[in-house]
């Protein structure tokens, strides 16, 4: 009985590992889908679940169009260890990425390397209204100390502080360009970001405070013209929002709830 068990046991043990060695880099695409309802996927994925590439696209919906959000392809080697609860994975991107992000932890809790994440603004036209329709030029970049991140039910609890820096922006809407540089720090408690927007220089003065929190962002915030500008980003700021005078100054009011 015991031979005839171990006869049958050991093929099916060697399907498995087999299997699972040639699992897809494709099977991702599906996942990553349905984890952000339609709006970002991996395209053209290569490789295997443990080591392969992708570009990460973007889409207005489910349906949409893809458009590439960011630059080069991504690459990354998973440890097969994953399966036993050790995450140990290494993330590269030549054109995206300023260095490789190690990604290491459990099932539910994971810690992210210092990094920075470079974006065309061109690439968020994808991504559907507004966006598309101000057409922004520019660079950011994403950067990060390292992070802490859990599972907790249906949500993630972060924590550490990242910084979106957007240099040198412009936009279709305005004749400058570019506007301005500026940035957005965010100081992750768990579920809930502290936000905090200035502008670093630029035509287009920008400021604010709030909190992103569960996925919703909460923020109060006004954007003006610099001195000698009021008559150039007039219509630019009549998309923003409704003009007010503060001290004899026109303010539009950034408002997010």
């Not at 880099?25 to 053209?44: H, S």
């Amino acid at each position: 009985m015991k031979r005839t068990f171990a006869w049958i046991a050991l093929p099916t043990l060697a399907v498995i590992l087999t299997v699972l060695a040639f699992l897809p880099a494709a099977w991702l695409a599906p996942m990553v889908e349905r984890q952000t309802d339609g709006r970002l996927t991996l395209g053209d994925a290569q490789g295997t679940l443990w080591r392969g590439s992708a570009f990460v696209g973007g889409a207005p919906g489910a349906g949409g169009s893809v458009t590439p959000l960011l630059p080069g392809r991504f690459s990354w080697r998973l440890s097969p260890l994953v399966l036993f609860g050790d995450v140990s994975m290494d993330l590269a991107n030549d054109q995206a990425l300023a260095q490789p992000v190690h990604v290491s932890g459990s099932w539910s809790q994971w810690q992210v390397s210092a990094g920075q994440l470079l974006l065309p603004a061109e690439g968020l036209a994808g991504l559907g209204a507004p966006l598309n329709t101000l057409a922004l030029t520019g660079t950011i970049k994403l950067s990060w100390n390292l992070l802490d991140i859990a599972r907790q039910g249906n949500t993630v609890a972060v924590s550490g502080r990242t910084v979106l820096s957007l240099t040198d922006m412009g936009s279709r809407m305005s004749p400058i360009k570019p506007l301005g540089t500026y940035e957005m720090a965010m100081d992750w408690h768990g579920q809930r970001a502290d936000v905090v927007l200035r502008t670093v220089s630029g035509a287009l003065l920008l400021s604010g405070n709030g909190a992103l929190e569960s996925g919703r962002l909460h923020f109060s915030g006004q954007a003006a013209a610099a001195d000698k500008y009021e008559d150039t980003l007039g219509n630019l700021l009549n998309l923003l929002g409704q003009r007010r005078m503060v001290n004899g100054k026109n303010i539009i009011a950034l408002e997010f709830r």
